[in-house]
């Protein structure tokens, strides 16, 4: 016992090194809780993820925490020297106070958690890591019609959250409107080729056609709006110098829009080439 005590003297009389032994005894903490959400998987699930996240933000709150506690006394004279600079250091730190807050911001609204499709400015993937600094996403192709993973990570502060905008996607991680638009250089009357390219529309989406209506209605009654419809959409704008954009907007799977794209494309070609064939 009485070594038990010399001991514990003897580490708080030397709060460097008992800092140190904090340090290593959570980070070992960490890596071993990680280590065994983690597994022999490889890929993360959502649920192993969230996790993750969390056991990387409660060692990381639990050490400033024990940290503080340790060095109360040196913080608060700490913080009487420096009163004449404090504006400085609120100056320098803002980009900092700018994290935490958006962290703070983005866990009152619930704009989005570990697992979900979101937009911030130019950037779009999901959402595999959030901390008290920082949210880490895994990017996606949505800029170019496309709906997968590109292989790169995405580490942006939270500070961006006042700064742009958060679109949450998470509905079309499996089905999505997608949109396209077919250019003709000729200025014809297209209208006469619409209801068969209807027709062939209907045919490639038979097969999911009523999982996606009751999707879509899931979906308005999530969000509360009157959304287009599970049904295929096609309208005709004109350009500049006379060529016509035909825009076609089908709800399908989103692991199938780029196939069903080309079969569409397909279609409207072939029936365009054998009406105006020269």
């Known amino acids: 016992m009485e070594k038990l005590t010399l001991l514990i003297d003897f580490l708080f009389t ?29 890929f993360l699930s959502d649920t192993q993820r969230k996790w993750i996240s969390r056991t990387k933000n409660g060692t990381f709150t639990l050490l400033v925490i024990l940290l503080f506690m340790l060095w109360q ?14 504006i400085a250091i609120v100056v320098a730190s803002k980009e900092i106070i700018l994290c935490f807050t958006g962290s703070i911001q983005r866990a009152s ?80 009357n297209l209208y006469p080729l619409f209801p068969s390219l209807t027709v062939q529309i209907e045919q490639h989406c038979e097969d999911f056609h009523e999982v996606a209506k009751r999707y879509n209605s899931i979906i308005e009654k999530h969000a509360g709006v009157d959304l287009p419809g ?19 907007m089908i709800f399908c799977p989103t692991e199938r829009a780029s196939h069903l794209e080309q079969s569409i494309r397909e279609d409207f070609m072939l029936a365009y080439e054998k009406e105006f064939a020269c």
């Open 14 to 42: 030397h709060k460097l090194l008992l800092t140190l032994l904090i340090i290593v005894l959570i980070s070992a903490t960490k890596r071993l809780i990680i280590y065994k959400v983690r597994g022999d998987v490889s």
């Open 73 to 86: 006394t040196e913080i608060n004279k700490f913080a009487l020297s420096v009163t004449a600079i404090a």
């Open 109 to 188: 609204s619930r704009s989005f958690v570990i697992g979900d499709w979101i937009e911030v400015g130019s950037l779009c993937g999901e959402v595999i890591e959030h901390n008290l600094m920082a949210t880490v996403i895994q990017e996606i192709d949505l800029h170019h019609g496309q709906y997968h993973y590109t292989g790169k990570t995405a580490t942006f502060p939270n500070s961006t959250f006042f700064t742009y905008p958060v679109k949450n996607l998470n509905f079309m991680k499996r089905y999505v409107y997608h949109n396209f638009t077919i250019t003709v250089p000729k200025f014809v």
């Open 230 to 248: 599970s049904e295929p959409h096609i309208h005709v704008s004109s350009g500049a110098t006379g060529e016509q954009h035909v825009h076609i």
